[in-house]
């Protein structure tokens, strides 16, 4: 079942229209992640990128997300930094023997890219997506999703990187958050025109 679900994402992923974008695929013992971007409005003050993926671990958690960010730069040319502001949404399953836990959340969020000068080809990044209770439905009163990476250029379309992540959610019975995903990874991040 998991090798269908992850053949069926990396196939629709495929077939979506050539234009600029990228494709980040990260994993650790526990966790793949696959996401898809595309430009809107490529070349734009403030430019509308759009995202696409989904999370699957061994815990059989099952977290899918779409949305928008828009991203302009907003450093200096010698230390270019690039920031973004957007929504997403979250939509969560876990299986469980007992009780399965289902929700879906609407979860504004911000990102950061640094490029330092100082170290050629490297790359800072971070983002974070919350979901508060007013707009978490299902078993969950919030979602959160938090990542950081170091990424380095490899060649000028693809960057190699470590990060870590932290995916939760508070459940609506209590007993404190659920982690689905908290730990360091490797990934590479593809672009394309």
């Given at each position: 079942?998991?090798?269908?679900a ?26 793949a ?7 809107i ?26 949305g928008?960010?828009?991203?302009g ?8 930094v ?29 990102a ?18 919350y979901a ?12 959160l ?12 379309q ?5 990060g ?7 459940p609506?019975t209590?007993g ?15 672009l394309?025109?």
């Amino acid at each position: 079942m998991r090798r269908i679900a992850l053949a069926g994402l990396l196939s629709g992923l495929a077939a979506l229209p050539a234009q600029a974008g990228q494709l980040d695929l990260n994993l650790n013992d526990d966790t793949a992640y696959a996401q898809f971007g595309w430009a809107i409005n490529q070349g734009q003050p403030g430019a509308l990128n759009g995202e696409a993926g989904a999370y699957y671990t061994t815990d059989d958690v099952y977290v899918g997300n779409i949305g928008i960010m828009v991203v302009g730069e907003t450093g200096s040319s010698d230390n270019p930094v690039e920031a973004g502001v957007g929504v997403k949404a979250l939509g969560v399953h876990r299986d469980d023997n007992r009780d399965d836990f289902d929700s879906v959340g609407v979860a504004p969020g911000v990102a950061v890219r640094y490029y330092p000068a100082a170290v050629n080809r490297l790359v800072l990044g971070g983002r974070v997506h919350y979901a508060p209770n007013v707009v978490t439905f299902g078993d969950a009163d919030s979602l959160l999703e938090a990542q950081a990476r170091v990424e380095y250029q490899v060649i000028p379309q693809a960057f190699a990187y470590v990060g870590y992540r932290h995916l939760e959610a508070e459940p609506e019975t209590g007993g404190g958050d659920m982690t689905m995903d908290e730990g360091g990874h490797v990934g590479i991040r593809i672009l394309f025109q």
